[in-house]
């Protein structure tokens, strides 16, 4: 199973672009990267995945590096709302077919006024 | 679209009584259907996996006999957490996708106290 290293908390200027790095670098070829996050007492939510291309959304931009060992997250604009706990998964594929996700202790994003 | 319900939100009960949670899609069918549960302060430990008329796939350390799972049909999973007991309290999530190779979308979660 490919795992991820995330630094355990960051501080963000309201505002100000948040860009939350992640390290996968066992990854393999036919594995994506997922974002969640968890905002306090609720279920993660989903933010993006991608493959091997940036990939961008309402919520995020996803940047994954051309060997695919690292990846970072950014949520463009900060707002306090964005306050939680971000999640970098590597999607693992298990022998009979079935996949799940992996949840680390992910990076406890806090958005300052 | 994507959204998955959880009833009930919070339930309190006394030890040896089993407890039920529920687990919709609202707007899709959810062939495949995954339980969480999450202690204070740690991240989501994945219980079991079932996909919609067959028996579900338990995580190792999981017991199928006390964490019963039903998934009958496509918008609902049920999770019944048997003569429970103070150790099973805990942060229930569930969360659900089109199949098992599709994004999982999950739920608000159950908080379980058993007294």
């Known amino acids: 199973d490919a795992k991820t290293t995330q630094p355990p908390s960051m501080d963000c200027a309201e505002g100000r672009a948040a860009n939350l790095p992640c390290n996968h670098s066992t990854i393999s070829g036919n594995e994506y990267v997922y974002w969640y996050r968890q905002i306090h007492s609720q279920g993660p939510q989903y933010i993006i995945h991608g493959l091997k291309n940036n990939e961008t959304n309402e919520m995020a931009s996803l940047i994954i590096t051309e060997d695919r060992k690292s990846s970072t997250l950014i949520l463009p604009h900060a707002t306090l709302r964005d306050t939680a706990v971000y999640y970098c998964?590597?999607?693992?594929?298990?022998?009979?077919?079935?996949?799940?996700?992996?949840f680390g202790t992910g990076t406890r994003l806090t958005i300052i006024p | 679209g994507a959204v998955v319900s959880q009833h009930p939100s919070w339930v309190i009960c006394k030890s040896g009584t089993s407890v039920k949670i529920e687990c919709r899609s609202l707007d899709f069918q959810a062939t495949t259907m995954f339980w969480y549960r999450q202690f204070p302060k740690q991240s989501l430990m994945l219980m079991a996996t079932s996909n919609e008329g067959s028996k579900a796939t338990y995580e190792q350390g999981v017991e199928k006999d006390k964490f019963l799972i039903n998934h009958a049909s496509l918008t609902l999973s049920t999770l019944t957490v048997t003569s429970a007991h103070p150790e099973d309290s805990s942060f229930y999530i569930c969360s659900a996708s089109l199949g098992v190779s599709e994004t999982q979308y999950f739920g608000p979660g159950t908080r379980l106290l058993v007294l």
């Open positions: 998964i590597v999607r693992v594929a298990r022998n009979f077919g079935n996949e799940k996700l992996t």
